[in-house]
Antibody, heavy 118, light 111 residues
Framework: QVQLVESGGGLVKPGGSLRLSCAAS????????MSWIRQAPGKGLEWVSY????????NYADSVKGRFTISRDNAKNSLYLQMNSLRAEDTAVYYCARRGGDYVLDYWGQGTLVTVSS | QSALTQPASVSGSPGQSITISCTGTSSDVGGYNYVSWYQQHPGKAPKLMIY???NRPSGVSNRFSGSKSGNTASLTISGLQAEDEADYYCSSYTSSSTLEVFGGGTKLTVL
C-alpha cells in the first residue's frame, strides 16, 4: 500500500534553516510528480511546491519562492524540502503528497510540524 | 485570503444531504475541470474524495458527489453520517504562476 512518511520537522529560530524529508513506499516513486502542502495551526491548506517525476520541473508558491527548494532522489524513493530564511509565518504542519493525476493529490503523509520561534 | 471561496461552515442532520460550494474565477474553477475535494478529520491528513470535478477514487462512498456550474464547484454529501463530520477543502488548477490553489475550507457539523 502507498505510504508517505515525513520527517525533519522541529523548532527553529527565525532566519534559520530546516530540511524536511518524505520517504515513499508502495508505488513506483519515479513515475509520479510529488508536492508539499502546509497547514498553519488552525488554518487551511496551502500548496507550497511540486516537482516533476524526473526533477525537470519545479514550482513554488509566491510565499516561499527564493527561500525553499524542493528536490527528490528517485534511487532512495525520497522527497525533500530545503527551507531557508524561515519566518514565523512558515510555522505549520508540512505534508508531502503524491500527484496521482493532473493536479490531484491522491495520497498524503501524516505531516511533520515545523515551528519557527525565538 | 484563499484564492477559492468556501463557506466557513455548514451543518446537517443524519440522513440529510448538504452541499458545499467552492467559488473561483474563469482562471481556475470555471476554466478547467481540475477541481478536487479533500476531507480532513481533526489531527489527520487530508483524504481525496473527488477529483476532476466529479470523479470518485476507489473506496470513496457514492454518497459523495461533485459538480460544477460556471465558476462554482460543489460537493454534495447525501445520507449524512456522523463520520462525515470533518473539514472539507476544494482545490483547483489555476492559470496563475502557482498552478494550484486551495479553498479556505468548510467545517461540516453533523447535528
Amino acid at each position: 500500500q502507498v505510504q508517505l512518511v515525513e520527517s525533519g520537522g522541529g523548532l527553529v529560530k527565525p532566519g534559520g534553516s530546516l530540511r524536511l524529508s518524505c520517504a515513499a513506499s508502495g508505488f513506483t516513486f519515479s513515475d509520479y510528480y510529488m508536492s508539499w502542502i502546509r497547514q498553519a495551526p488552525g488554518k487551511g491548506l496551502e500548496w507550497v511546491s511540486y516537482i516533476s517525476s524526473s526533477s525537470s520541473y519545479t514550482n513554488y508558491a509566491d510565499s516561499v519562492k527564493g527561500r525553499f527548494t524542493i528536490s527528490r532522489d528517485n534511487a532512495k524513493n525520497s522527497l525533500y524540502l530545503q527551507m531557508n530564511s524561515l519566518r514565523a509565518e512558515d510555522t505549520a504542519v508540512y505534508y508531502c503528497a503524491r500527484r496521482g493525476g493532473d493536479y490531484v493529490l491522491d495520497y498524503w503523509g501524516q505531516g511533520t510540524l515545523v515551528t519557527v520561534s525565538s | 485570503q484563499s484564492a477559492l471561496t468556501q463557506p466557513a461552515s455548514v451543518s446537517g442532520s443524519p440522513g440529510q444531504s448538504i452541499t458545499i460550494s467552492c467559488t473561483g474565477t474563469s482562471s481556475d474553477v470555471g476554466g478547467y475541470n481540475y477541481v478536487s475535494w479533500y476531507q480532513q478529520h481533526p489531527g489527520k491528513a487530508p483524504k481525496l474524495m473527488i477529483y476532476e470535478v466529479s470523479n470518485r477514487p476507489s473506496g470513496v462512498s457514492n454518497r459523495f458527489s461533485g459538480s460544477k456550474s460556471g465558476n462554482t464547484a460543489s460537493l454534495t454529501i447525501s445520507g449524512l453520517q456522523a463520520e462525515d463530520e470533518a473539514d472539507y477543502y476544494c482545490s483547483s488548477y489555476t492559470s496563475s504562476s502557482t498552478l494550484e490553489v486551495f479553498g479556505g475550507g468548510t467545517k461540516l457539523t453533523v447535528l
